[in-house]
């Protein structure tokens, strides 16, 4: 079975491009989600969707910031405009909402690197 | 405040030998999940194994397991028989809440590297 798929895998941009982030989930998962994994921060949680709803966006850093799920096979995370403190590797993660399991699997992420 | 601790940044261990990882945590729910990821260089995130907070066993996948110390709010990670390939970033993960949330916090993540 095919797993998280992200793209692109690498992202370099200039400051004030618009970057789109995007990812397939594993089929028949539910929550999708969006972390971001810097030196400085770690890894942290940016929003995440349940049945392509958002339910928790409070880690999205700002207005910059916005994702979406149109259907429950695509989501993107867009950052406009993308400034040098964003460059980060973005990773996609999702789960199903069934009892007996809880693991989140992730995908491969994608590199961004704003100059 | 912080959740999740790991309070090695970094470690060593023999090819073949157990290395156990600390983790601990903090939380004021009865039902949470701890999981454990490992990242090796080429950065992708790889889930290792899941021990739930009412799981009464400590769990056990190939050569992990999860040594879970509810009243010391611990989840260490054991590896037996250590390998080169396990040479890897590690993460202890938490879940807060009932299983249908989905908010999982990290912790700084501890460094191994397994020696020839």
């Known amino acids: 079975d095919a797993g998280v798929i992200q793209s692109p895998r690498h992202e370099v941009t200039e400051m004030g491009q618009e970057v789109t982030l995007r990812c397939k989930p594993i089929?028949?998962?539910?929550?999708l989600f969006w972390y971001r994994q810097t030196m400085m921060r770690g890894l942290e949680l940016l929003i995440y969707f349940n049945n392509n709803v958002p339910i928790d966006d409070s880690g999205m850093p700002e207005d910059r910031f916005s994702a979406k799920m149109p259907n429950a096979s695509f989501s993107t995370l867009k950052i406009q405009p993308s400034e040098p403190r964003d460059s980060a590797v973005y990773f996609c993660?999702?789960?199903?909402?069934?009892?007996?399991?809880?693991?989140?699997?992730f995908g491969p992420g994608t590199r961004l690197t704003v100059l | 405040a912080q959740k999740i601790t790991q309070t090695q940044p970094g470690m060593f261990v023999q090819e073949k030998e157990a290395v156990t990882l600390d983790c601990t945590y903090d939380t004021s729910d009865q039902s949470y999940g701890l999981f454990w990821y490992k990242q090796p260089s080429s950065g992708e995130m790889i889930f290792l194994i899941y021990q739930g907070s009412y799981d009464e066993q400590n769990a056990t996948e190939g050569r992990y397991s999860l040594n879970f110390q509810k009243a010391r709010k611990s989840a260490n990670l054991v590896i037996s028989a250590s390998q080169l390939g396990d040479s890897a970033m590690y993460f202890c993960?938490?879940?807060?809440?009932?299983?249908?949330?989905?908010?999982?916090?990290f912790g700084q993540g501890t460094t191994l590297q397994v020696k020839p």
């Open positions: 993960a938490m879940r807060e809440g009932r299983r249908n949330t989905g908010k999982l916090i």
């Open positions: 089929s028949g998962h539910d929550y």
């Open positions: 993660a999702s789960k199903t909402g069934g009892l007996l399991t809880d693991t989140q699997y």
